[in-house]
């Protein structure tokens, strides 16, 4: 005869499995879970004990229970896949029943017999989950929602008719030394102290003032690294964006970096005309430079606000104020108060005392001391809660930055933050997003990449495709950005979101990383910590010598037809230390291996200042006296160049081989 399982009788006999596994325990047999199979002088022991209960029993086993018993009796004891039930939090009964494979009326049944009193809509606690599960043989396995770590469904839904105006929040930006940071402490200055006499001014990463009566938050870091790594984490704070430019310097790269940075943002952006004190102060070329970046100053015809202005001596300043609350009217900022607040974490640190602190925008709602909050992978109450003077409040508005305490770690600038109702829903959440995240940094994220773009369009997930490109001279740049944004496949649109002169740079991919761009570099390379950072952030960084394959290749990636066959693979880099010039070989290169390795038959390029200035192939490769056919990371070598001999100290020696790409 067939062996049945723990379960099997315990169903049979309508008990649960855990008291039959009790009962063979207390026997002196030993079974271990509901799994194990019981012999007939077993369950002969066990009738004894259960047979009175037989004759109670209402429940005939259904035609395919048995069936499903006997496949599962003939195969050796193991923990199957298929006894295993998935459920997800706040699965109803009935919900559970067709898991089941049961009728809801026996569930619930089998529930009131457990003490749990429940109609087949409502949501059942996990402990009541199992208990039924392990009632029919089943293991319950709870799966996280992934929709339910989404905490941007928790933002609480407005009410139009409540909504109100916000004041705006604004980002400094501009070139180094144009006067950010002057610009700052000048509005703080001047604009603080005078309405809130005595209060000191504390750093938590935003401060806001007030203007006749309307206010203004200004962030404290200035530049647009920091906006845009915000944004990178999918946070949009700032609302207008100061752009400075020093008025006896003009239009500088990180002038140019910081227009990108906005546009790609969709922030509108003020130009402030720093240092009109200074002897050299030039507005009007500001202003004809600015006009190739679209930006056209009202008095010619365009729209952009420009306002003269010295920072360091406090001109211009209530101009600039005027001029940015007449731009957020134009914008028609609102906000409800009346709700539960969200926003983002501007920084955050762990103080020794104070535990995690985090300085907080509210961008909506207001959040009050006590509130349950989850905020990016972190999750508590709102503590102890303090404005930008360091002053204790109790509720701080849309627009306001505060630094609170409460919370159970120390969450990232840029994560986002939600007010829950009650605290236990945030605990669940904060605890539900923990665990994802650390999932998530098992697994990479999915951007934009040559090899996926054809799939990506076909699948209409992409309309336009965002490109950075940097080389080593500004015609190329131009040359390149010009001809890439002529492509058009399908109609699908090539956006140049920046270009540039020189190395890639940290900057350029966190941008990439924000506006889900590919990065191509002609002639450059990208720098240490930027290639930490895209591989870090997963942006694509493509590097070419000649133009038109650069186009080639984003033509053949939006057609689907990237050449699969052969990747360049960089091996490894060398530094010249010393250069010996003989007259017969030429320039022989006395170098130290950085990275990786060299090999004798590798390609090499010849890197300056994070420019390629040459490409080609080794000559010769030796160790002291001898040719080597290879050498290692932290070896010297002499290495010399066919047909270049023009090296200098401190250029990097670039090794690649080309690979074959398996599929
Ligand atoms: N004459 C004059 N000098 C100014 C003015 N604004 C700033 N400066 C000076 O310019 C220099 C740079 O100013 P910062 O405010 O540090 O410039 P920044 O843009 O914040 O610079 P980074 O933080 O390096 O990016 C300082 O020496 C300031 O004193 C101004 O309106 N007039």
Known sequence: MAKVRVYEYAK???????EVVKQLNDMGINVSNHMTTITDEEIAKLDKVYQSNDQTDQEEPSKTDEKESETIVDEPEQPEKTNVIKYTDGITVTELAEKLKKDTTDLIK???????????????EDEAVELMCEEYGYEAEKEIEVEKTDLLQYIEDDNEAQLKERPPVVTIMGHVDHGKTTLLDSIRKTKVTDVEAGGITQHIGAYQIRNNDKKISFLDTPGHAAFTSMRSRGAQVTDIAILVVAADDGVMPQTVEAINHAKAAEV???????????????????????????LVAEDWGGDTIFVPMSAIKGEGIDDLLEMILLVAEVEELKANANRRADGTVIEAE?????????????QNGSLKVGDPIVVGHTFGRVRAMVNDLGKRINKAGPSTPVEITGLNDVP?????????????????IGELRQQKQIEERRGSQSKVS???????????????????????VQGSAEALAASLKKIDVEGVKVNIIHTGVGAIKESDIILASASNAIVIGFNVRPDNNAKKSAEKENVDVRLHRIIYKAIEEIEAAMQGMLDPEYQEKVIGQAEVRETF?????????????????????????????????????????????????????????????KNFHDIKEGDVF???IMEEIKR
């Open 412 to 428: 990232q600038a840029g994560d986002r933050f939600v007010v829950f109702e009650d605290e236990k829903k945030a605990r669940q």
């Open 581 to 641: 010039k003989v007259s017969k070989i030429g320039t022989i290169a006395g170098s130290y291996v950085i990275e990786g390795k060299i090999t004798r038959d590798s390609g090499v390029r010849v890197i300056r200042d994070g420019v390629v200035i040459f490409e080609g192939e080794i000559d010769s490769l030796k160790r002291y006296k001898d040719d080597v056919k290879e050498v290692a990371t932290n070896y010297e070598c002499g290495i010399t160049l």
């Open 268 to 294: 509108p952006i003020i130009v402030a005309v720093n240092k009109m004190d200074k002897e050299g102060a030039n507005p009007d070329r500001v202003m004809q430079e600015l006009t190739e970046y679209e």
């Open 450 to 472: 040559l090899e996926d773009l054809f799939e990506q369009i076909k699948q209409g997930d992409i309309k336009d495709i965002n490109l950075i490109v940097k080389a080593d």
């Open 654 to 656: 670039e090794c690649f």
């Open 12 to 18: 049979q006999h309508n008990v649960s499995s855990k």
């Open 350 to 362: 762990l103080d020794k005392g104070r535990g995690p602190v985090a300085s907080l925008l509210v």
């Open 110 to 124: 089998k529930l009131m017999f457990s003490g749990v009193m429940a109609n087949k809509n409502q949501a059942l």
